[in-house]
């Protein structure tokens, strides 16, 4: 047992617990998680709330290392009653080499990844307890900003019923196939030194005001063909605009993607704090890790520079201390949003960024420590190498 905070007592995870939450830590070059590949090696959980992991490298000096550890720190850190996480290192033998080669190589030929997105794209699930806190303002702001500083970053609006995302990029068109592919392309746009792929149900419908009354099963299907058989590029991150609470599409998604992070946005109101927290939980549930809360319409400030707690205050905050997780930002009510997001115009775009936009510009500065982008300069690079040869082998005799 270990003692949280409230001064309730938290019981402490077992080590199958801590196992199964590494399954989330994925080999960013081969695709598979660190325990399938035989590179966790245990975990031990002690009375006092400190975990010992131990973790064996495919050599000792791995470039990844320092991304590894990241992720389990973070990982095994987001269990309840865990008060310190130790990491222990060795490294894997010539055998144990070759029979995670055989693993990556047998998962290629089952087509084991069972996402198109590539497994060195970070995921970040921008996800709500409730509508109305402005999750798609969050995550079209976040991707624009990404991609102005000259990233390439994937845009999935999985908000099926309220999909939103579109109008608020600026993008137009249907979905088309990818030449010479079985899949379909995402709309691309340029946006300063980067470029947005955007796939999202209203650009599968012929007017935005269509209403889509689907149940859960077909919903989740839409949701599988955005991460099957969208030809998504190298990109760097891909952003998930999730629809609100705790449903079929939200846990399907989390699912699918175990190496996702999960970002959580509320509004400084006590209800949707309270909210917010059911939908960390299902994140956690499925062993993904909470990167950060981030706090939307915290305060409006005036042109005389009063603040004004239009909707409380403190929310985000106390969120993130109940999480704890840091509070990646808060975005103040600011007049320039709505228009914006009608208009396909981001605030965070503009030359001189208001209030709402300068907050996200530092947001994405947190995120950008708290989920960073994956080092490709890594120890298991011929391993990788050989996968996406035998991958493309499998293409040419499949077509």
Known sequence: M??????????????????NVLRGVIDPELGTDIVELGMARGAVVNPEGLVEVTVALT??????R????????????GLPGVEKVKIHWSELTQEEKAAA???????VSQNAPDTAVPPTTKVVMVASGKGGVGKSTVTVNLAAELARRGMRIGVMDADIWGYSVPRMLGVEGRLAGAEDEK????NEKEVGDGILEVVSMGFLVDREETALMWRGL???RAVQHFLEDVRWGPVDYLLIDMPPGTGDVQMGIAKMLPQAEMVVVTTPARSAQKVATRVASMGRS?????AGVIENMSAFVAPNGESYDIFGQGGGQELADELGVPLLGQVPIDGAVAPGG????PVVLEETPGPAGAAFRAIADRLLEEVPPVDMAGCTARIFEAVGQALANLDVVSS
């Open 2 to 19: 270990t003692r949280v905070s409230d001064g309730a007592i938290a019981a402490l995870p077992t080590a199958d617990d801590v196992m």
């Open 59 to 64: 050599t000792a000096g791995c470039p990844l």
């Open 66 to 77: 320092a991304q590894i550890q990241r992720d389990v720190r973070s990982r095994v850190g």
């Open 101 to 107: 080669m055989s693993k990556a190589r047998f998962n």
């Open 183 to 186: 899949k379909i392309a995402p």
């Open 218 to 220: 077909i919903l989740n």
């Open 286 to 290: 499925n062993y993904l890790r909470v």
């Open 342 to 345: 009608d208009e396909g115009a």
